[in-house]
């Protein structure tokens, strides 16, 4: 490899409170006309003062402890200057030289991305432009329903490698977020958003490139798109000897492609210095342990319960236990019957497959715990084959008929009959003189034909291991 990419993000989460992070105005910014949550704090009206939401705190502490964060005992905002229209104050709440909690992680497939902090602030306005995008709108809106939304800032280090390891980040720290309840994770409703910083090494001449920020990107399919594209352009610039400029870009994703926005600013550009009119965040350890014991079993936790619970693989441990909703889907289900791993393999492969192709939320699966349960009975008692039992859960998951029924509609149950399949693999060796003597002529390989040949006489319905023994031994007479 001659390239070493390497990428850093930031992801702004809004926090799950009923109101701003500084005033009593709603925070529900998605749902509302523009311009109709606001008060003279959030627009930064002449003697406003804002008062501090202890509900963000908490979910901020709740955060910083399901990524494994250090909780700072003293964190403190600051005023971090600059003017955007969407920006009544001219400043941002937020916190910089003392965060609420650093040195934090997440583990992404055995590895261990570092969390550099996590730190609250309120968030900006929202601008509309006219026309498709930014770069060509003659005239832009602004809605001030988000300022003063709380958010926490997460602040990666530079251990994320490729634009595919920054998106399972992404998915992953959202559902963690998820899990706990601290955001909902809402990336088409701003909910969640990532500045992504990417810079590339050449490693046979030691040169790296300058650091290119790629700003707010609102989904995960965009995060890998966005870094794939910048990951190109900066090599492509190298190997055409051309300077990388320090800057930040944005994605359009009509193009596909990022554009310039402006050179990136520095900690200097800000001039932060201590927001006087809120004091000082002080966190005591009691505080903390009093919100630890309201948080539930997180996703790497849950994994490893259910290996050793359920004794289900690992790979699929981690798939179940990624999302709640499914992990609590997958529970149900292996509590009622005898083998989870199973139930395991039914949802990873052929759920998850039909889900995809008909474009249906779990909660809106009619194949409930119960199903599983009886299709599972209908296997072991020899009543239907496991090729059938994959039919009938398509079935299911179409009409939510229980399994029993659907085989008695159909006639699925199982060939068990030895002297009924002897009859048909006769007629079959019968029909097929030219593949048996090729058979006994040494062509073995032959025998998977004849196999095949009864499933499709049967619709499936022969009972594998019978059908199996006795092509052999008719073969082989």
């Known amino acids: 490899m001659k390239y070493k990419t390497t990428i850093g993000l930031e992801i702004h989460t809004q926090l799950l409170t009923k109101t701003k992070a ?12 523009p311009n109709t949550n606001i008060c003279p704090v959030c627009t930064g009206q002449p003697g406003a003062l804002p008062v501090f939401n202890e509900e963000a705190l908490n979910l901020g502490i709740k955060a910083a402890i399901a990524l494994n964060a250090k909780i700072n005992e003293f964190s403190r905002f600051d005023r971090k200057n600059y003017f955007y229209p969407d920006l009544p104050k001219g400043y941002q709440i937020t916190q910089y030289f003392f965060p609420l909690a ?13 969390i550099n902090r996590i730190h609250l602030e309120e968030d900006s306005g929202k601008m509309f432009h006219e026309g498709e995008d930014l770069e060509n709108a003659s005239f ?16 990666t280090e530079p251990d994320i490698e490729s634009p595919e390891e920054a998106r399972k980040f992404m998915e992953k720290l959202r559902n963690i977020l998820r899990y706990a309840e601290i955001s909902s994770g809402d990336m088409e409703k701003g909910a969640l958003r990532c500045d992504a910083n990417i810079s590339i090494t050449d490693i046979e001449k030691n040169i790296s490139s300058n650091r290119v920020e790629v700003k707010n990107i609102n989904s995960f399919k965009f995060v890998e798109k966005a870094l794939e594209y910048e990951r190109d352009r900066i090599i492509n610039a190298m190997e055409n000897g051309e300077n990388i400029p320090q800057e930040t870009r944005g994605w359009n994703f009509a193009t596909r492609s990022t554009f310039s926005m402006r050179s990136k600013e520095e900690e200097a550009d800000y001039r932060y210095f201590p927001e006087p009119d809120i004091p000082p965040i002080l966190v005591t350890n009691e ?34 236990a990624s999302d709640k909703v499914l992990a609590e889907y997958f529970e149900n289900a292996a509590k009622v019957v005898k083998n989870p791993q199973f139930v ?20 809106d699966v009619k194949i409930k715990a119960e199903h599983y349960k009886e299709l599972e009975e209908l296997i072991d008692t020899g009543k239907i084959s496991t090729k059938i039992a994959k039919d009938i859960f398509i079935e ?20 068990d009959d030895d002297s ?23 062509k073995t390989k032959l ?8 499933m499709k006489e049967t619709k499936g319905k022969a009972n594998p291991e019978k059908a199996n023994k006795i092509v052999k031994k008719l073969l082989d007479s």
């Open 22 to 33: 500084f005033c009593s105005c709603s925070s529900n910014a998605f749902d509302s006309d």
């Open 102 to 114: 650093n040195n934090g992680y997440i583990e992404i497939d055995g590895k261990k991305i570092r």
């Open 140 to 155: 832009s809106f602004v809605d001030y329903n988000r300022s003063g939304i709380p958010l926490i800032e997460i602040v």
């Open 287 to 320: 505080k903390i342990e009093e919100i630890r014991k309201t948080m539930p079993e997180m996703i790497d936790e849950k994994a490893k319960r259910f290996i050793k619970q359920y004794n289900i693989k690992e790979y699929d441990a981690d798939i179940l």
């Open 344 to 363: 395991s393999n039914l949802i990873i492969t052929d759920l998850m497959r039909e889900m995809n192709k008909n474009n249906i939320e779990l909660s």
């Open 396 to 415: 299911i998951f179409q009409n939510g008929k229980m399994p029993s029924e659907i085989v008695k509609e159909k006639g699925l149950e199982q060939i």
């Open 420 to 442: 009924v399949i002897e009859e048909i693999v006769k007629k079959i060796i019968e029909n097929n003189q030219k593949q048996y003597e090729q058979y006994k002529n040494g």
């Open 447 to 454: 025998f998977g034909f004849f196999v095949g040949q009864v």
